[in-house]
């Protein structure tokens, strides 16, 4: 019998529910009509978008009408963040956004900023937490987007988005917010008309991959950004992928139907864990909020260790967990997000993330606790840095029993 897998890696990507495979499959056999086409067969695709495009609206409170389908989480931000400064031309070319984003936004805010736009990232407190202080010091009179994102998928912030979308719409400002981490598991709403725009992604709430939505606020006249065909009110063009749509909105069905109950038992198994690492062992600190943080979300920096190293060890005994860190050209940098927050790079190249989800029970955060144990002490053991820390502490906690 082969080992047993222990999936930790949930803000990465998520199993999907067996009912949302069992959804799709209609709709790439005999319901395989291009919901475009004038037919019978067409219209049943096209019935399946529009239930699927309402399922969705509703989870955040918004109407059908204001969702558009996208290939990823990814394209979403782009969108966003690319074409926002089409529609208040006039207004300026200053974008606020947080050192924190995730690539998707960051790399986007970069692109504008190669094409002429002025971009300010603001700096979050050591917890991950940007106030609305800090973006109220940034807002200028050219201002016209703020994009800040719903939860942090690398240390699992929650951020403060209702209060930092009304500050900048008290101001005229459009704030986006990427919620691909916070969609389904925070009751996040747009309701009170303050956000005027927000990704999410269906391959983190036990849907397909390749499939997300952005909200766009009904006054907001987004220009286009995939051109091509009118799907999609002309604003994205490509025939959508209907079996991956009907997915997503059958695993935000089954998500947002448990919402909080699901919360509350991550949230306990979060707790029990985080508790068991930093009370066994040494050396170790929580990365992001304590409190404001996601539920299931656990990111630690571990001293005198390589993230990595951790990692493919944790791999041989079935554990999947993931680092803080991006790995470009065979070197390791140390995270972004792990940077701003102020950790000193040699802490941010400890870092481990484990992000629980629908299959993690407490004997598998047992298991894990216990290999952590075994696997830190054995890499401690190796690092000449531990060795000489350890000398140093050892003549000190001498030197006082003397
Ligand atoms: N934004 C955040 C915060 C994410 O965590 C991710 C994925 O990890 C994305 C955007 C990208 O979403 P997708 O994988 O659907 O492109």
């Known amino acids: 019998m082969g080992k047993q897998l222990i999936y930790l890696d949930y803000a990465a990507t998520t199993p999907m529910y067996d009912k949302a495979v069992e959804a799709m499959l209609p709709y790439f056999s005999e319901q395989f009509g291009n919901p475009s086409g004038q037919y019978t067969l067409a219209g049943k695709a096209k019935r399946a978008l529009e239930d699927s495009r309402k399922q969705i609206a509703a989870t955040i409170g918004a109407r059908p009408e204001e969702i558009y389908f996208t290939g990823s989480g990814t394209e979403a931000d782009n969108w966003a963040v690319k074409t926002a400064l089409q529609c208040c031309r006039g207004k300026g070319k200053h974008i606020i956004t947080s050192k924190i984003e995730h690539h998707a936004v960051l790399h986007a805010c970069e692109a504008m900023e190669a094409a002429g736009a002025r971009v300010t990232y603001l700096t979050p407190d050591e917890d991950g937490v940007i106030s ?11 201002t016209v987007l703020v994009s800040i994102m719903a939860a942090n998928n690398e240390i ?28 389904g598991k925070l ?49 994205r063009a490509g025939t959508e992928n209907v079996p991956g749509i009907v997915g997503f909105a059958k695993a935000a069905e089954l998500t947002f139907a448990r919402r909080e109950e699901t919360e509350k038992r991550e949230k306990k198994l979060r707790d029990y864990f985080i508790g068991r690492v930093l009370s066994e062992i040494p050396y170790v600190r929580l990365t992001g909020s304590a409190q404001d943080r996601l539920p299931g979300h656990a990111s630690f920096c571990f001293q005198f260790i390589e993230g990595e190293t951790v990692l493919i060890m944790l791999d041989t005994d079935g554990i999947c967990a993931s680092s803080g860190s991006a790995c470009t050209t065979g070197q390791t940098e140390p995270s972004h997000v792990l940077t701003a927050i102020g950790l000193p790079e040699d802490v941010a190249h400890g870092a481990v993330r484990f992000t629980m989800g ?30 000489g820390f350890a000398a140093k502490e050892n003549s000190r906690t001498d030197g006082g029993n003397r």
């Open 156 to 183: 699992g912030t929650i951020e403060p988005v209702a209060e930092l979308a009304a500050a900048a719409h008290k101001r005229g400002i459009l704030f986006h917010t990427d919620a691909v981490q916070g969609y």
């Open 358 to 387: 629908r299959g993690t029970t407490k004997e598998q955060l047992d298991f894990t606790v216990e290999r952590m144990k075994e696997i830190i002490g054995r890499v401690r053991a190796m690092s000449p840095y531990y060795a």
């Open 132 to 142: 609305v202080e800090t973006l109220q010091r940034a807002i200028r009179p050219d």
């Open 187 to 235: 009751p996040l709403s747009v309701e009170d008309g303050t956000i005027a725009m927000l990704s999410a992604s269906a391959h983190k709430i036990g849907g397909p991959k390749g499939v997300g939505f952005l909200y766009v606020r009904r006054d907001v006249r987004l220009p286009s950004f995939i051109h091509g065909g009118a799907q999609e009110k002309r604003r």
